[in-house]
């Protein structure tokens, strides 16, 4: 029995779907409001259980929460919003066994009973969070409206949320759109754009950034907030976010106005100067000048990258919003966890956010990722990292939950579930919620499901490695953990009953397969066996078409793009300069004499020539990552490398094939320059050493890896793929 409200409808619907497809049997709804007509047994659902004795006790901000009393073959769902009483609905189905493990049709958990008695139940409950959101990334190129309705039902169904609030409404990368709006007054004064470096070094005014201390950026600022109040006619006390954040990307002022007025501090993840005080004195100086006369607008920003810290120099205004976006940090860790030096900078600096936020009231905000950005096609898990996080999250007075996801169910199912229970309640344990999960997902094939849940979520756990994409599994994940993880799902499904549950196990080997394949390519490259390599990338191209074939839900639609992006170039264009019409003469090796240059200053120094002795050491190249040796990020680093040809004929062309990098590179032999890259993170380039190359004698090979306003990936940086000399042309032929 219901009432007229849309969600008490819906809500009575998915009961009814979940009870026939229990039982067979369909129950009849009655809409009303009038207690005489309820006869037992019944199920009475809003605000008639409101009345009948289970109107929640508590009353929350978001109003979702819910009660749920049976007595005398009556169950009352009641709640303090049809929304709540909805939310009620979906927790009595869970206690009588019913889960959704993801979304579609095969994620339904429903046992099949003759009867479905009444359970005694007095339960009661609301949110931990004002919103709890889960969304799919990449917009309607990567995710179409099917993909979307799959998920929101599934996102309802766990009790999620989307609600917005003024503090959510601050969060964007609002500085390019504040430049377009206003273009005519940066084209009449390009001092408002950020004073930064041009390739060669130099300085000049431009985009994307600001001029955060300009004084018409400011003014255009609190003028627009206004505008926005006329334009919607609302009263100026009404409440309402702003963003007022960078735009995406470094590049931020170097003039004397920014440098005096910033903290001087460099970001650790980043190496990049720290801006976190210049946008915080943006902020501040916006709410003053809006003064008592707009008493509840909150402007805000995104905090990570380099304004992810706390300020040093400036208190945030009470007004003042930080939405957490830990993209910079360890993707294997969470913030509690000690071992990841990355993920101890960011807990510091939100817990003195959290510390600022009980003293005078701030409102925070976390917009996370659910996903191994860069990579959603490996094994990832985040189970411990939401059991460690969300609590703290919940502790530390974080209002709500905006967490990107990816569709890739077959590595992020157990992840994504584990989000959902503890976004509403992050007081469970995260253990005996992998139990339960398996338990639900796989039946009799729990135990060995779980034992290889618990064996990657061990593995993360104990990776001492923070480079995220691709870069660091090959260095967490091995030949032996691929074939205990084989024999473990292998076990489950000869265990599991229902054919279900023999899917859905099935659907966990799309990711081991793909690491498998992943770890044969990356062997391959490390014995600069490019034809195999190229063989075994092609094979995750083929993988990913026949899961996404099998379910579009079990593998996420931009996987392509990234391997493409990423590993593609290189595996590609390998074999084109190693055989053939040309042939490899020699390999740079793995570990090269390098000597870091964090104030750009090798040039000038002499490096070309030859880099100094005693200066730097040798650093490994492409078998591990920059964070995997203990390297911080610096601007610019130098390698070195010298070598002999003595197989050569006069007049053959000789280049030099650098794999991949962070992300310009310069090259000189013999102190000559021999030429420059541009900015190409992650992509191949060729140099042509046949006009400078000493045929005969000694060569002496320099090569500069310098960050150009950008923050590629964390934890690498330098060579990061492998390097060779070949002879042949060094262009390839168009068509």
């Known amino acids: 029995m219901v009432g007229p409200e849309p969600d008490e409808a819906s809500a009575a619907s998915e009961l009814n779907y979940h009870l026939s497809a229990m039982t067979g049997a369909q129950l009849e709804v009655i809409e009303t409001g009038a207690p005489e007509e309820v006869v037992a047994p019944a199920i009475v659902l809003g605000r008639l259980a409101n009345e009948l004795g289970a109107r929640p006790v508590r009353a929350t901000p978001t109003r979702e929460g819910f009660r749920i009393v049976s007595r005398e073959s009556v169950l009352l769902i009641g709640g303090e919003s049809s929304l709540g009483a909805a939310f009620g609905a979906y927790r009595v189905l869970e206690e009588l066994g019913c889960e959704w493990v993801m979304p579609g049709r095969i994620g339904e958990i429903i046992p099949k009973r003759a009867s479905v008695p009444i359970p005694q139940l007095n339960i009661e409950e609301a949110p931990a969070f004002r919103f709890r959101n889960l969304w799919y990334g990449g917009g309607r190129r990567i995710v179409t409206r099917r993909d979307r309705k799959r998920l929101d039902q599934w996102l309802r169904r766990q009790r999620g949320g989307n609600k917005m609030t003024p503090a959510r409404e601050t969060a964007g990368h609002f500085w390019g759109k504040f430049i377009r709006r206003h273009r005519a007054a940066f084209d009449a004064d390009p001092t408002m754009y950020a004073l930064r470096s041009d390739r060669q070094g130099r300085l000049e005014r431009r985009g994307p950034q600001l001029e ?91 905090s990570y990258s380099v304004h992810g810290t706390f300020p040093e120099r400036y208190t945030p205004h009470p007004r003042l919003v930080p939405t957490f976006a830990p993209i910079g940090y360890s993707r294997f860790h969470s913030l509690l966890d000690g071992r990841s030096e990355t993920q101890r900078t960011y807990k510091a600096s939100l817990d003195r956010w959290g510390e600022l936020a009980r003293r005078q009231g701030n409102k925070m905000v976390f917009r996370g990722y659910s996903w191994n950005l860069a990579d959603n096609l490996l094994p990832y898990c985040k189970a411990r990292i939401w059991g460690e996080e969300l609590p703290y999250y919940a502790e530390l007075g974080i209002e709500g939950l905006n967490v990107e996801a990816t569709k890739a169910w077959s590595v992020y199912a157990l992840s994504d579930w584990i989000y959902a229970k503890l976004a509403w309640n992050p007081r469970q344990d995260w253990r005996a919620l992998v139990t339960r999960y398996c338990r639900m997902a796989y039946g009799a094939g729990a135990d060995r499901m779980e034992a290889y849940w618990r064996r990657l979520i061990d593995r993360q756990h104990a990776a001492n490695q923070e480079a995220g994409s691709y870069h660091s599994f090959p260095l967490i994940y091995d030949r032996a953990f691929v074939d205990a993880a084989q024999a473990d799902l292998a076990a489950a499904e000869r265990a599991a009953e229902l054919d279900e549950e023999k899917i859905r196990i099935g659907y966990v080997r799309i990711g081991l397969r793909a690491l498998d394949l992943y770890l044969a390519y990356f062997e391959a490259t490390q014995r600069f066996d490019f034809e195999v390599a190229l063989g075994h990338y092609r094979a995750l191209h083929a993988h990913w078409r026949e899961a996404y074939a099998l ?14 992006r990423f590993i593609g170039p290189f595996a590609e264009q390998a074999p084109a300069f190693a055989s053939g019409e040309r042939r490899l003469l020699a390999r740079i090796p793995d570990a090269l004499a390098t000597v870091r240059d964090p104030e750009r200053r090798g040039e000038a120094r002499g490096f070309p020539r030859g880099l100094p002795e005693g200066e730097g050491a040798a650093t490994r190249t492409y078998s591990a ?12 680093v130098w390698y070195e490398h010298s070598f002999r040809l003595d197989d ?54 320099v090569v500069e890896i310098s960050r150009e306003d950008s923050v590629n990936e964390i934890g690498i940086g330098g060579l990061i793929r492998p390097s060779f000399l070949f002879s042949g042309p060094v262009e390839i032929e168009a068509g």
Not at 256 to 262: G, H, L
Not at 625 to 636: D, F, I, K, N, R
Not at 671 to 692: H, K, M, N, Y
């Open 212 to 302: 955060t201390t300009h004084p018409r950026v400011i003014e255009l600022m609190v003028e627009d907030i206004k505008a926005e109040f006329r334009r919607q006619g609302w009263a100026n006390d009404h409440a309402v976010g702003f963003p007022i954040g960078p735009s995406d990307g470094l590049g931020f002022s170097r003039s004397p106005e920014s440098v005096a007025a910033n903290s001087g501090r460099v970001d650790p993840v980043s190496g990049e100067p720290d801006v976190t005080d210049l946008v915080v004195l943006l902020g501040n100086t916006i709410l003053e000048r809006l003064g008592e006369e707009y008493p509840n607008v909150h402007v805000g920003f995104y």
């Open 551 to 564: 379910n579009p839900d079990l593998v996420a639609k931009e996987a392509p793009q990234h391997l493409e």
């Open 625 to 636: 990552t920059w964070a995997a040796q203990g390297l911080q990020p610096v601007a610019s």
């Open 648 to 701: 050569v004929a006069p007049g053959e062309p000789i280049g030099l094939f650098l794999g991949g990098f962070d992300d310009a590179a310069r090259v000189w032999l013999n102190g000559i320059p021999v030429g420059a890259s541009g900015r190409q993170f992650s992509r191949p380039a060729r140099f042509d050493l046949s006009e400078t190359i000493d045929r005969e004698g000694e060569n002496r090979l």
